[in-house]
C-alpha cells in the first residue's frame, strides 16, 4: 500500500508565498513521476506541475515562473514552491505520483489534497 501525505497549505495574502510537500510511503518500487493538481470550486482538476525521476520539469502556463517543483528522491517527497500568489491560485491542491510496479507496469495514486486560499 502506498501512501502521500501532503502538507503546507493554508491561507496567504495575495502576493505571498507557500511550501507545498508531499511525502510518499509504504510499499515503493520505483517512482517515475511526482507531481501537483489542483481544483477549483466549480471546476476540473488541473495540472499545476510534474517533475520526473530524471528532474524533468512541467508547468502551466498559469504558473511558469512563479511556482518551481523539486524533489528529494531519497525521502521520496515532491516540494511546490509557489510565489507571487494570486486570488485564482485558490484551490485543493492535490499530490499525485506514478510508480512502476513490483511485476511492471505503471501505477497512480493521489495524496487527500491541502486546501490553499489566496486573499485579495
Known amino acids: 500500500q502506498v501512501q502521500l501525505v501532503e502538507s503546507g497549505g493554508g491561507l496567504v495574502q495575495a502576493g505571498g508565498s507557500l511550501r507545498l510537500s508531499c511525502a510518499a510511503s509504504?510499499?515503493?518500487?520505483?517512482?517515475?513521476?511526482m507531481g501537483w493538481y489542483r481544483q477549483a470550486p466549480g471546476k476540473q482538476r488541473e495540472l499545476v506541475a510534474t517533475?520526473?525521476?530524471?528532474?524533468?520539469?512541467t508547468y502551466a502556463d498559469s504558473v511558469k515562473g512563479r511556482c518551481t517543483i523539486s524533489r528529494d528522491n531519497a525521502k521520496n517527497t515532491v516540494y511546490l514552491q509557489m510565489n507571487s500568489l494570486k486570488p485564482d491560485d485558490t484551490a485543493v491542491y492535490y499530490c499525485?505520483?506514478?510508480?512502476?510496479?513490483?511485476?511492471?507496469?505503471?501505477?497512480?495514486?493521489w495524496g487527500q489534497g491541502t486546501q490553499v486560499t489566496v486573499s485579495s
Open positions: 499525485n505520483a506514478r510508480m512502476g510496479g513490483r511485476w511492471g507496469g505503471e501505477f497512480s495514486y
Open positions: 509504504g510499499t515503493i518500487f520505483s517512482i517515475n513521476a
Open positions: 517533475i520526473t525521476s530524471g528532474n524533468s520539469t
